[in-house]
């Protein structure tokens, strides 16, 4: 079955391009416009070598292989595969691994070379943590000292790219490609409070969207655990 189409699908040829010529890019694109599942197959069809996908948690990187796998119609572990702390599901075939960030801390210090690696995605950049500065500046170390050949693509939703263009040298050698998203409909309506506690308040909003749309989803924040607790025993 086809996947269906994205936003971040018009940009892919660019980005293919944009990197094939100056090695770094980095893509700005909202939040579901399809950049962590269609990014990196694109890279890997264009790089010779494994392309490693880099997500800031354990099970977002084991969320995204399966995702990809499925869109692939590949078996996890064959074509697309991820490498986390304690687990890893990828062979000697795997063109995609989805790996955390301290385990992309450990590949770059066991091989600095990065031995048969034509690419690396850094996803969720925004997400800043001391592995993920790291590792940028390890990279950056080896396409300037040893892999000039090497392809880094630095992606995120909400990210500032200039320090990252700066970093590299200036958009002559670190381009900015940005996708558009997709805009819905919004509307906004409040509940007062009153003499209510929050978690009583919370499952009668809940009930009454859930009644007046009942084949949608409602996706509920609340401060934390013992207040989820409880408006799940409530709405129970």
Same mark, same amino acid.
């Given at each position: 079955?086809?996947?269906?189409?994205?936003?971040?699908?018009?940009?892919?040829?660019?980005?293919?391009?944009?990197?094939?010529?100056?090695?770094?890019?980095?893509?700005?694109?909202?939040?579901?416009?399809?950049?962590?599942?269609?990014? %990196?197959?694109?890279?890997?069809?264009?790089?010779?070598?494994?392309?490693?996908?880099?997500?800031?948690?354990?099970?977002? /990187?084991?969320?995204?292989?399966?995702?990809?796998?499925?869109?692939?119609?590949?078996?996890?572990?064959?074509?697309?595969?991820?490498?986390?702390?304690? +687990?890893?599901?990828?062979?000697?075939?795997?063109?995609?691994?989805?790996?955390?960030?301290?385990?992309?801390?450990?590949?770059?210090?066991?091989?600095?070379?990065?031995?048969?690696?034509?690419?690396?995605?850094?996803?969720?950049?925004?997400?800043?943590?001391?592995?993920?500065?790291?590792?940028?500046?390890?990279?950056?170390?080896?396409?300037? +000292?040893?892999?000039?050949?090497?392809?880094?693509?630095?992606?995120?939703?909400?990210?500032? =790219? +200039? %320090?990252?263009?700066?970093?590299?040298?200036?958009?002559?050698?670190? %381009?900015?490609? /940005?996708? !558009?998203?997709?805009?819905?409909?919004?509307?906004?309506?409040?509940?007062?409070?009153? +003499?209510?506690?929050?978690?009583?308040?919370?499952?009668? =909003?809940?009930? !009454?969207?859930? =009644?007046?749309?009942?084949?949608?989803?409602?996706?509920?924040?609340?401060?934390?655990?013992? !207040?989820?607790?409880?408006?799940?025993?409530?709405?129970?």
């Amino acid at each position: 079955m086809k996947p269906v189409s994205l936003p971040v699908d018009g940009v892919l040829d660019t980005l293919i391009d944009r990197l094939d010529a100056h090695g770094v890019v980095a893509l700005t694109a909202p939040p579901g416009s399809g950049k962590t599942t269609r990014v %990196p197959p694109a890279v890997a069809a264009a790089v010779t070598g494994r392309t490693l996908l880099l997500q800031p948690r354990r099970v977002a /990187a084991r969320a995204c292989a399966r995702r990809l796998a499925d869109e692939h119609g590949s078996r996890l572990g064959d074509r697309i595969g991820y490498w986390v702390r304690f +687990d890893k599901h990828f062979g000697s075939d795997t063109k995609v691994v989805v790996l955390t960030e301290g385990i992309l801390t450990r590949v770059l210090q066991a091989d600095p070379f990065l031995d048969g690696i034509g690419a690396i995605i850094l996803d969720e950049f925004h997400e800043r943590s001391v592995h993920s500065d790291l590792a940028l500046a390890l990279l950056a170390d080896v396409i300037r +000292d040893a892999r000039p050949d090497l392809k880094i693509v630095v992606m995120s939703a909400t990210l500032d =790219a +200039d %320090p990252i263009v700066r970093f590299f040298g200036g958009p002559q050698q670190c %381009p900015v490609i /940005a996708a !558009e998203g997709r805009r819905y409909p919004v509307t906004t309506e409040h509940q007062p409070l009153g +003499d209510r506690h929050l978690e009583s308040a919370v499952s009668r =909003a809940v009930r !009454e969207a859930v =009644a007046h749309d009942p084949d949608g989803h409602v996706l509920v924040f609340l401060p934390g655990v013992a !207040e989820i607790e409880r408006v799940q025993r409530s709405l129970s």
